[in-house]
């Protein structure tokens, strides 16, 4: 049963950093695709960073480009999600998701999420 479970959140002031883990279980080498997406109140689920696991590449996306890092740690099968000079606007819940479909940001491509952690950045 492949199973992904989120930690790291919390409420940090604006400039600050947090570092968001997702541990997963349960995968094959077909679920390689793996994405952090957030979502904030009253909008629609967004990727922010993903990640082929396989051959390390990623790809963040422009609002989060220069900021935000996303590793892994194979032994401790362990995405993690590293955000620096944190703004207002990154306040939403996070979540991790896994697929086989491809690099995507989009939320229908991927299968497995875990139950999200909460970012809140005050200013």
């Known amino acids: 049963q492949v199973q992904l479970v989120e930690s790291g959140g919390g409420s940090v002031q604006a400039g600050g950093s947090l570092r968001l883990s997702c541990v997963t279980s349960?995968?094959?080498?077909?679920?390689?695709?793996m994405g952090w997406f957030r979502q904030a109140p009253g909008k629609e689920r967004e990727g922010v960073v993903r990640?082929?696991?396989?051959?390390?590449?990623?790809q963040p996306t422009d609002a989060v480009k220069g900021r935000f890092t996303i590793s892994q740690d194979n032994a401790k099968n362990t995405v993690y999600l590293q955000m620096n000079s944190l703004k207002a606007e990154d306040t939403a819940m996070y979540y991790c998701?896994?697929?086989?479909?491809?690099?995507?940001?989009?939320?229908?491509?991927?299968?497995?999420w875990g139950q999200g952690t909460q970012v809140t950045v005050t200013s």
């Open positions: 998701a896994a697929g086989s479909r491809g690099l995507s940001y989009r939320p229908d491509d991927y299968t497995y």
């Open positions: 990640i082929n696991t396989s051959s390390g590449y990623s």
């Open positions: 349960g995968f094959t080498s077909i679920n390689r695709y």
